[in-house]
């Protein structure tokens, strides 16, 4: 009854509001806020010249480095074929386009132990796909991006399909009558529309390569200093017993990836305007 | 502006049949079959090939050597732990999804946008730290790490660790799919219910679960697969204990770093099988949804 008379803006009939608020706020303690709060808590106990030493020391800084690095440029490649892979499937027939349309979820559904051992098999040496390569793939940060670029596949091509879908024709045949060419209007109408969108995915997938680690492990090598990715760095100071000194790094993430939350809530809040117009 | 008009694609002969004529918003059609290109050869390199080589490499050595690696008892018992932590998670995210949704949905409350963000956060932490913040609260030298010594329950390197960094894992999914269809569909029913005299769980069954049983059922599906694949989470709080606290993933793992490549591909394709039966589902019940919208 308290949640009720102090949190509910407006009177409603319907019943169950104490039982399923007060459920769900204790259930999102437990499991999340109070495990989360740990990670903070248990560096604020580190004095701040041993936190500064554990977060930028030069093993730890080139696992920023990496990490970041291969999470934005494997984004940068999704977004530029994730909106060809939205574009041909909303306005193009060709076969098997159905099955195509499905698979792309794929990375989400796929657990990503098996995507990292199926893709360094792919790329090693001897591969379906490494032999026909110069250069060497598996083993080195090279894999580390196609780990990641496998991870965020489906995103920007799920955020940039809706709105692409929605769009209506007469935005276009509009463009068409006032002299535009396909290329015109596509850069200087259809583009700016889906923008936000593709921001978004952008994002999305840049979060999610961030944290990621179950298909990068494999096919990085995980050389310190060359392949070794920030997750895998925790692991290993958890190993060696470094509590803290793997607490303070997930710190740094946690704040980076708090930090991109906001910042794709604020995008998907511009999007939501952008198409209500 | 009117040269420009003029440069329009117009049919040029009477001879040309009308299928050629290029409408002024489609492309011409190399334009059309190099993006087709581009993007299959994207997804082939990225996508189908990956898929494929998980089935290849499984049977590369036979049926016997692939059957051999499922039916050995550490496969067995990580595919039952698998199963096990999937059969608590998914069922724990489902109830709390549908209270997140009923409260949510249905009731204008203070702090509504944040208890939403509070909902997404498991989705931006990183597997490996949503493993580590429960062995900072259950390990040894965490905050209950002595307590559960004294009295002899283990939670890290066990299974209940497994099923926390699981449910972790797959908090948001029934929830988020579960919140746009019933605020979309508003309280008039509800309401129109409960004035005729239904108590809340009539209305919740009778009302409310028929209208978003779609929507409920994708949630749990995407929940599903994505707990039975966990592999961060699971890495870090479960000690690798060989038939004790490995799952299908972890065993993977232990396989593929002993080279054992044919055995660990063979349970692998078990995990792509369920990947692909998921999305079969996924696309069956995206089917249903739209059919169920016009």
């Known amino acids: 009854m308290i949640l009720k008379r102090t949190l509910l803006k407006r009177h409603s009939v319907l019943p169950g509001f104490d039982l ?114 110069p250069f060497k793939v598996s083993f080195t940060p090279l894999g580390v991006f196609v780990a990641l ?129 | 502006m009117s040269a420009s008009v003029a440069t329009l694609p117009l049919p040029k002969a009477a001879g040309v049949a009308p299928r050629s004529i290029r409408s002024a918003t489609t492309e011409p059609a190399w334009v059309k079959w190099t993006l087709v290109g581009i993007a299959l050869a994207f997804l082939t390199f990225f996508l189908f090939v990956p898929l494929a080589v998980v089935f290849v490499e499984a049977l590369k050595k036979g049926w016997d050597v692939y059957l051999a690696a499922i039916v050995e008892p550490d496969a067995r018992s990580a595919i039952q732990l698998t199963l096990i932590a999937a059969a608590i998670s998914v069922p724990l995210n489902l109830v709390f999804g549908i209270a997140a949704a009923w409260c949510i949905a249905k009731f204008e409350f203070r702090g509504k946008n944040l208890l939403l963000t509070l909902i997404d956060l498991p989705f931006s932490v990183s597997p490996v730290i949503a493993g580590l913040i429960y062995v900072l609260v259950f390990g040894l030298q965490g905050w209950f790490g002595p307590w559960l010594q004294a009295h002899d329950l283990k939670v890290i390197f066990a299974v209940p660790g497994i099923v926390l960094a699981t449910v972790f894992i797959t908090f948001p999914f029934v929830a988020r799919e579960l919140i746009p269809p019933m605020q979309a569909q508003g309280t008039e029913q509800e309401e129109a219910a409960r004035v005729l005299g239904a108590g809340g769980w009539q209305i919740f069954w009778r009302v409310t679960l028929p209208n978003v049983k779609w929507a409920l059922l994708y949630g749990v599906i995407l929940c599903n697969a994505r707990a039975m694949g966990e592999f961060g989470a699971v890495s870090v709080v479960s000690g690798h204990i060989r038939g004790q606290t490995n799952t299908m993933p972890l065993h993977i793992e232990i396989l593929y770093n002993e080279y054992q490549f044919a055995a660990a591909f063979a349970v692998a394709s078990l995990l792509a099988g369920l990947a692909l039966v998921t999305l079969v589902l996924k696309y069956w019940v995206e089917q249903r949804m739209k059919k169920e919208a016009r």
């Open chain 1, 20 to 133: 399923a608020l007060g459920f769900t706020l204790l259930y999102i303690s437990v499991i999340v806020l109070i495990p989360l709060s740990a990670a903070f808590l248990k560096t604020a106990t580190m004095t701040w010249p041993a936190f500064w030493e554990a977060v930028s020391s030069p093993r730890v800084v080139a696992s920023y480095r990496l990490t970041f690095g291969a999470s934005f440029a494997a984004a940068l490649v999704n977004a530029f074929f994730g909106l060809i892979v939205a574009w041909v499937l909303v306005r193009y027939q060709f076969p098997f386009k159905r099955l195509v349309d499905a698979l792309v979820d794929l990375p989400f559904a796929l657990p990503t132990a098996v995507a990292g051992i199926a893709l360094t098999a792919l790329y090693a040496g001897n591969g379906w796909i490494g032999q026909f390569l």
């Open chain 1, 149 to 277: 670029t496998f991870i965020g596949l489906p995103f920007v091509v799920r955020t940039v399909q809706p709105v692409l879908e929605d769009l209506h024709r007469e935005v276009e045949e509009a463009a068409a009558t006032l002299g535009a060419n396909r290329w015109q209007t596509f850069v200087k109408v259809i583009f700016p529309i889906l923008t936000p969108a593709l921001l978004t995915g952008f994002a999305l997938a840049f979060a999610r390569a961030l944290g990621e680690y179950g298909s990068v492990i494999f096919i990085a090598g995980n050389m310190p200093m060359v392949s070794e990715i920030t997750p895998l760095l925790i692991i290993t100071k958890l190993e060696q017993c470094d509590y803290q000194g793997a607490t303070a790094i997930a710190c740094v993430m946690l704040v980076a990836a708090f930090i991109l939350l906001l910042g794709i809530n604020g995008l998907q809040a511009w999007a939501r305007r952008r198409q209500g117009r």
